[in-house]
């Protein structure tokens, strides 16, 4: 091993400890649930994106395990080389159905899936306008494309800013596309996007708009079929992404649109191309969340009824939660000390959830990110507010910034 490559990785491993920016996953021991077991205890679990419970579902896991047992445990291939078997093809028609949309092409990831469309779809003499706060993976396939995008000429604007927008979509009629692209529901803090004054915006400049519905997915609209259909804009958004890992419980991403978009990215979204598809346990499962969620409400009524009682109490006991309108609900802490010292004292405490540091959010930005899900009980709830408020007050959070 080259021993100047490895004393930067040690001094680099040091400078991000010193700084509180260190990070190391925690082994679970159990599936996931309402509570999950680490290191020998039973936490309550309020780090998990599983917003439905759909992921530890007994119905689930059989359909992944009838899956394998008769499409075997692997795809075998990439999608366009054999790896596409009809299950695929029912999981693309059922999402579409879900979306109504024409059409959907399945990733392996919700990073993929925007890795793989933004780069195939804009490049050389387009321009991406992007919100400040869209995800890392929203980032990177921005990143690989050929289109002007960078803040330093003026193309991100402003969070949710839509006067800031327009003064960006003004200076590029001389493009030849233009891409607005937003989060539907921005996954560290929790809001929802503007999509009515975003669409209208693209409408009146002649620009595509993409979402990014990786956390409302499962979560708002119909059936919890995204931010599309929760502020009834069919037909409007011309790409629409979607995660099946989050409140649809297993693994993958999934492009919704045109049927000439599906056709366009089968052919050039890199990640489609050239990584193995899904393997048919995961497929199987998928077929039945989607199912799940488009015959029976009761789990997104627990939900939000479960996400209610949570922020409720929260605010009340003093903490800012930064305005957040979805089940994701940061605790703000500000400094990254903080931050962390919060995760380990909770966790002492019987609550399992994750301080969130740079680069995840900006310096002096950092918060406690909690997630109730479908699966809490009541007592979950109030014994995790217990903890909240005994750590809040040990170390002065409380009412500091409401």
Known sequence: MNANFQRWLQQSIEELKAQNLYKQPP????????????????????????????????????????????????????????????????LEQKLAEFKKTEAVLVFQSGHNANSGTIPACFGEGDVIISDELN???????????NAKYKKSEGYVYQHKDMNHLEDILKRCGDFR?????????????????????????????DAVVMVDDAHASGV?????????????????????????????????????????????????????????????????ALLKTVEILMTDPEPMRRLWDNARYWKENLQRLGFDTMGSETPITPV?????????????????????????????????????????NATHTREDLDEALGAFEKVGKELGIIGRWV
């Open 27 to 90: 082994v679970l021991e159990s599936p996931q649930g309402g509570r999950v077991k680490i290191g020998g205890r039973w936490l309550i679990n309020l780090a998990s994106n599983n917003y439905l419970g759909l992921a530890n579902d007994p119905r689930v896991v059989q359909a992944a395990i009838d899956a394998a047992q008769k499409w075997g445990a692997g795809a075998g291939a990439v999608r366009w080389l054999g790896g596409t078997n009809e299950l695929y093809e029912q």
């Open 332 to 372: 703000f802490c500000g400094d990254e000390a903080i931050a962390q010292r919060m995760e380990v004292r909770l966790r002492e405490e019987g609550v399992f959830t994750l301080g969130i540091v740079y680069p995840t959010v900006p310096r002096g930005k950092a918060r406690v990110r909690t997630m109730p």
């Open 220 to 284: 708002l609209g119909e059936h919890g079929s995204g931010t599309t259909s929760h502020f009834g804009l069919y037909g409007r958004v011309d790409i629409q992404l979607g995660t099946l890992s989050k409140a649809l419980g297993v693994i993958g991403g999934y492009i919704a649109g045109s049927r000439l978009l599906k056709e366009w990215l089968i052919n050039r979204a890199r990640p489609y191309l050239f990584s193995t598809a899904l393997p048919p346990a995961a497929i199987g």
């Open 177 to 205: 596309k233009r891409l607005i692209v937003t989060d539907g529901v921005f996954s560290m803090d929790g809001d929802i996007a503007p999509l009515p004054e975003i669409v209208a915006l693209a409408e009146k400049y």
């Open 135 to 145: 995800h890392a993976s929203i980032i990177d396939g921005v990143r690989l494309s």
